[in-house]
């Protein structure tokens, strides 16, 4: 969740405001004459989000495809509900050890960007 600042708001509070942002993690978008204008996050949110876009560079290696990433939710609801045929535990089991590889790939990737 944004909260919304003007920056004369930011300008009186900027101290109270930045432990704010560091404390809770919540993101300040500044406006300036009533548009969006920037967006204070801490540095821990900020060197995730890049992690994240480096990782995604990387390529579809690095993710798993909506297309799977929903079938497995599917599977995975079913699973709980008791209700998935032997064909399906094995689909479902051959999705989880696709997303345990792609989490290994990124994982051994984190350690080299960082």
């Given at each position: 969740?944004?909260?919304?600042v003007s920056l004369?708001?930011?300008?009186?509070?900027?101290?109270?405001?930045?432990?704010?942002?560091?404390?809770?993690?919540?993101?300040?978008?500044?406006?300036?004459?009533?548009?969006d204008?920037?967006?204070l996050v801490s540095a821990r949110q900020w060197r995730?989000?890049?992690?994240?876009?480096?990782?995604?560079?990387?390529g579809p290696a690095y993710r798993l495809p909506l297309r799977k990433q929903a079938r497995a939710e599917a599977l995975l609801a079913a699973n709980a509900r008791g209700s998935l045929s032997r064909a399906q535990r094995r689909e479902l089991k051959a999705l989880l050890r696709e997303s345990d590889a792609i989490m290994l790939r990124r994982a051994m990737a984190?350690?080299?960007l960082r």
């Amino acid at each position: 969740m944004s909260v919304k600042v003007s920056l004369p708001q930011l300008q009186d509070r900027l101290p109270e405001v930045l432990d704010q942002v560091v404390r809770t993690g919540e993101e300040y978008v500044v406006q300036r004459d009533g548009k969006d204008w920037a967006v204070l996050v801490s540095a821990r949110q900020w060197r995730q989000r890049k992690l994240g876009q480096h990782l995604d560079a990387l390529g579809p290696a690095y993710r798993l495809p909506l297309r799977k990433q929903a079938r497995a939710e599917a599977l995975l609801a079913a699973n709980a509900r008791g209700s998935l045929s032997r064909a399906q535990r094995r689909e479902l089991k051959a999705l989880l050890r696709e997303s345990d590889a792609i989490m290994l790939r990124r994982a051994m990737a984190m350690d080299q960007l960082r």
